[in-house]
C-alpha cells in the first residue's frame, strides 16, 4: 500500500510543472482574448450606428451601400453575402446557420477559458499543497512558504482565466444573438422584395 502511495505521491508532483506552464499559456491567451473582444466591441459600436436605423426601416439598399469595404468582421461578411445575391428561405436558413455555426467556434475558447481555469487552479492548488504539509509538519518553514506562493498563484491565476472567459463569453453570446436577430430582419425583408418584384 506505501508503494501504491509514493507512486500516486509522485505521479501527482510531477503533474505540477505541466499544470503550471498550461496555466500560464491560458492566461496569455486569456489576455489576448481581452484584446480581441475590446476590438470586437468597438467595431460593433460602429456598426450598430451605421446600420441599426437602416435595418430597422428596411431599406437595403442603403445598408449595402452602407456596409465598409474593408471590414471582414463576421457579422458584416454575412451581411454583404446576404445583400449581394438574390435570397429565398432556404437560402436565408442556410446563411442563419452557418453564421450561428461560425459564432459557436468563435465562442468556443470564452466557454473553454471559463470552464478550464478553475480546473486547472484547482489541481495547482492540491498538488502543491502536500508539499506544504509536508514542509509544516517537519518544521522547513521556508519550504512550506514557497509551496503555499504555488498554491495561491495557480489559484489565483485559474480564477483571473475563469473571469475573463465568463465575462467575453456572455459579452459575445449577446452580441451574436443581435446579430442572429438582425440578419433573419434582413433575410425576411429581401425576401419579402424579391417576391414584390
Known sequence: ???????????????????V???????????????GTYNMYITKRKNDRAFDDLIREGKTEELKQALPEKDNSLYVSYLRDMLNRPVNEDY???????????????VALSK???????V???????IAMSPALVGLSTGDIAGMAYNMQVVFA???VGLVISAVGLVSLQFKQRWYAKCVNNLDYVSRVLIEKGGQA
Open 112 to 118: 473553454m477559458l471559463s470552464k478550464l481555469g478553475p
Open 154 to 156: 495557480t489559484t489565483v
Open 120 to 126: 486547472l487552479g484547482l489541481i495547482g492548488t492540491l
Open 21 to 35: 506552464v498550461i496555466l500560464l499559456f491560458l492566461f496569455v491567451r486569456a489576455l489576448i482574448l481581452i484584446g
Open 92 to 106: 436565408a436558413d442556410f446563411v442563419l446557420s452557418k453564421f450561428e455555426v461560425e459564432a459557436e467556434k468563435d
Open 1 to 19: 500500500m506505501e508503494f501504491i502511495s509514493k507512486m500516486l505521491f509522485w505521479v501527482a508532483n510531477s503533474l505540477l510543472i505541466p499544470d
